[in-house]
């Protein structure tokens, strides 16, 4: 693996403890959702299905999956944290 790529999955597992810590203050994660909704989802008629994706919109898509990966990662861990307890 190149060091990019170490330090990428470096990053997204920090994210992740540190998110899954979130998820356990509902306050607190009810806001930071808040602050990614717009990069987590996109809406099916934001883009017209019949043309090629715009640059942006390609790229909204490519960064909205691994955002969801990361929130899914943290909202299963805290899941398994508390039903271990």
């Given amino acids: 693996m190149e ?31 808040e602050h990614l909704r717009d990069d987590l989802v996109i809406q099916g008629h934001e883009e017209d299905p019949g043309v090629v994706p715009g640059m942006a919109f390609a790229s909204q898509n490519a960064l909205s999956e691994p955002l969801r990966t990361i929130v899914s990662r943290a909202e299963l861990r805290a899941g398994d944290r508390t039903s271990s307890e």
């Avoid at 990428?8 to 203050?25: C, F, Y």
């Fill in 3 to 33: 060091a990019l790529e170490l330090q990428l999955m470096a990053h997204r597992k920090i994210l992740t403890a540190l998110m899954t810590i979130a998820v356990g203050d509902p306050d607190y994660w009810h806001k930071l959702m």
